[in-house]
């Protein structure tokens, strides 16, 4: 069973660049839609993109200019990274993936980490 | 970008009650290619990441169970639970997924016991 899970710094300064890792394991990064999904303590969540297994991306446009999703299939691994942080980014930051049923669903979750910008 | 609504914020329904979540989106996420909606449902727990309980507007996830039912009309969605239950108190979020423009997701509502 595939599991997801999130890594990366906790604390950020403001200005900074917010890097996160998410690990797959129990199978293949090499298919479906994998996508990076926010929410602000006691606020909805925010899609903030996605990356197709080929590599193309979608961004949330509130955030294109500073947003970046890779992929790297040698490490069953996908990033996210944000530049030039406010304390607005502050958030749990959870990784997802779709499904054969639905290539852009987010079926599989992390259990999420949250990333604070503070100085 | 395509904005979702959801109606209401919240609601407190009894035990065993019908609960519906209404969700409507500013423009058209049908597919005509495949007549697919591209819309989905979740539900988050406290503490919790997201679930996935219904994708394409109406089909439900496996190990979903059958009291959660999703319909559409158009722009118009709708989650409905048909016999709410102690463990369905959450937050349901729909979802658009359209292919080639920016995801959404709307403002999500707070299903309570009455």
């Known amino acids: 069973q595939v599991q997801l899970q999130e890594s990366g710094p906790g604390l950020v300064k403001p200005s900074e660049t917010l890097s996160l890792t998410c690990t797959v394991s129990?199978?293949?990064?090499?298919?479906?839609?994998w996508n990076w999904i926010r929410q602000p303590p006691g606020k909805g969540l925010e899609w903030v993109g996605s990356i197709y297994y080929s590599g193309s991306t979608n961004y949330n446009p509130s955030l294109k200019s500073r947003v970046s999703i890779s992929i790297g299939t040698s490490k069953n691994q996908f990033s996210l990274k944000l530049s030039s942080v406010t304390a607005a980014d502050t958030a749990v930051y959870y990784c997802?993936?779709?499904?054969?049923?639905?290539?852009?669903?987010?079926?599989?979750w992390g259990q999420g980490t949250m990333v604070t910008v503070s100085s | 970008d395509i904005v979702m609504t959801q109606s209401p914020d919240s609601l407190a329904v009894s035990l065993g009650e019908r609960a519906t979540i209404n969700c409507k989106s500013s423009?058209?996420?049908?597919?005509?290619?495949?007549?697919?909606?591209?819309l989905g449902w979740y539900q988050q727990k406290p503490g919790q990441p997201p679930k996935l309980l219904i994708y394409?507007?109406?089909t439900r996830e496996s190990g979903v169970p059958d009291r959660f039912s999703g319909s559409a009309s158009g722009t118009d969605f709708t989650l409905t639970i048909s016999s709410l239950q102690a463990e369905d108190v959450a937050v349901y979020y729909c979802?658009?997924?359209?292919?080639?423009?920016?995801?959404?997701f709307g403002q999500g509502t707070k299903v309570e016991i009455k």
């Open positions: 997802a993936r779709g499904s054969a049923a639905c290539y852009e669903c987010s079926v599989t």
């Open positions: 979802q658009q997924y359209y292919p080639g423009l920016p995801w959404t």
């Open positions: 423009q058209s996420v049908l597919n005509s290619s495949n007549n697919k909606n591209y």
């Open positions: 394409w507007a109406s």
């Open positions: 129990g199978g293949s990064i090499s298919s479906y839609y």
